[in-house]
T-cell receptor, first 114, second 112 residues
Framework: NAGVMQNPRHLVRRRGQEARLRCSPM?????VYWYRQLPEEGLKFMVY????????ESGMPKERFSAEFPKEGPSILRIQQVVRGDSAAYFC????????????FGSGTQLSVL | GENVEQHPSTLSVQEGDSAVIKCTYS??????FPWYKQELGKGPQLIID?????GEKKDQRIAVTLNKTAKHFSLHITETQPEDSAVYFC???????????FGAGTRLFVKA
């Protein structure tokens, strides 16, 4: 049984392009969290989603960033009109239940904006 | 809001020595305290956790202690090995589990 799957592992975009990051949670998990990690820094919460619902997006920038977790398929983190400051590692985590504090992380997507 | 402070930011030890990493938190309602290990190029992985009704928990060479009064908890690694070299994060989920707040991380180097 695969763990949390993220793709692509590496994504290179030019300024102004769109970046789409995908995350498939562990089997049986219906709660997805996205975190951003800058070099030499910790993990910053972005958004928490359940199937078809955004529960907490307090860590997400108000513009250019959006996230979804459709009924079928992976969760998507979308960054429109990327800028150099968006370059970072983006990690997805999943949990079985809302009250389950244990997070299972994917290997991340390294976004580089040229 | 919840704040988690972690010290030190970098720790270098000789193989076989012990390593201790400390975290403090601000939300007195927090009741679950995990530690994650992140190896180069990988996502964080849970290595040990403790709940507020327990003062100490041990799993082979790693242990976590909790002082609820002082609002701090620590990770202890004994008999360190080179493969323990990684970045370690403490965390404190907000009440309700919506958001886990991570410390800034400790980069541990174990010298052979």
């Amino acid at each position: 049984n695969a763990g949390v799957m993220q793709n692509p592992r590496h994504l290179v975009r030019r300024r102004g392009q769109e970046a789409r990051l995908r995350c498939s949670p562990m089997k049986g998990h219906s709660h997805v969290y996205w975190y951003r990690q800058l070099p030499e820094e910790g993990l910053k919460f972005m958004v928490y989603l359940q199937k078809e619902n955004i529960i907490d997006e307090s860590g997400m920038p108000k513009e250019r960033f959006s996230a979804e977790f459709p009924k079928e398929g992976p969760s998507i983190l979308r960054i429109q009109q990327v800028v150099r400051g968006d370059s970072a590692a983006y990690f997805c985590a999943s949990s079985w239940d809302q009250g389950e504090e244990k997070l299972f992380f994917g290997s991340g997507t390294q976004l580089s904006v040229l | 809001g919840e704040n988690v402070e972690q010290h030190p930011s970098t720790l270098s030890v000789q193989e076989g020595d012990s390593a201790v990493i400390k975290c403090t938190y601000s939300d007195s309602a927090s009741n679950y305290f995990p530690w994650y290990k992140q190896e180069l190029g990988k996502g964080p992985q849970l290595i040990i956790d403790i709940r507020s009704n327990v003062g100490e928990k041990k799993d082979q060479r790693i242990a976590v202690t909790l002082n609820k009064t002082a609002k701090h908890f620590s990770l202890h690694i004994t008999e360190t090995q080179p493969e323990d070299s990684a970045v370690y994060f403490c965390a404190a989920p907000r009440t309700g589990g919506f958001k886990t707040i991570f410390g800034a991380g400790t980069r541990l180097f174990v010298k052979a």
